[in-house]
């Protein structure tokens, strides 16, 4: 789910309860859900749960607009056994025209650059198109950290977004 709506693209005037199915539609199909929001606005001076801007199952009728920073933290919990959530920080794109469209759409870019634990992740459980976004977001994480970290965490950073 977290890849899903990494991906997606929308038209503007989109809401985010309209992009939140596309985050849980992988447990949906195996008959599970989760009871959080998938994302929240983002704000400063510790004001981490910041609206508007919300994806979730709530009918919340903003509209995402281009710069707004949300997260993306689709989740599962089985209560008194485990849970896992992969949270990242998505900004909002300016809306761009997709060859052959007819309206320009919006996206979300990925501002979160930490190496998502390959050691967590069932690599047989994905599409293609998401190990072609898995390997990209952790070379662009792999270019963009090696340079500011000394020899042994480049090490370990080569390791944490090896290829799948």
């Not at 069932?122 to 977001?137: A, C, G, M, P, S």
Request: aromatic letters at 8%; proline letters at 7%.
């Amino acid at each position: 789910g977290h890849i899903a709506l990494a991906t997606v693209r929308f038209p503007e005037g989109t809401i985010g309860m309209q992009l939140d199915s596309f985050a849980r539609r992988p447990l949906w199909e195996a008959g599970l859900d989760y009871d959080h929001g998938t994302g929240h606005g983002v704000g400063s001076y510790l004001s981490v749960h910041e609206g508007p801007q919300n994806i979730s199952k709530k009918p919340i009728q903003q509209p995402l607009k281009p710069g707004m920073i949300c997260s993306n933290e689709p989740g599962y919990y089985k209560e008194g056994e485990y849970g896992i959530r992969i949270e990242n920080l998505i900004v909002v794109t300016e809306p761009k025209s997709i060859p052959g469209g007819e309206r320009p759409m919006m996206e979300f870019e990925t501002i979160t650059l930490a190496p998502i634990d390959l050691n967590l992740v069932e690599v047989k459980l994905l599409t293609d198109e998401e190990r072609v976004w898995l390997n990209q977001y952790h070379k662009r994480v792999r270019e963009t950290l090696s340079p500011q970290v000394d020899a042994e965490t480049r090490e370990w950073l080569q390791h944490a977004t090896r290829a799948v």
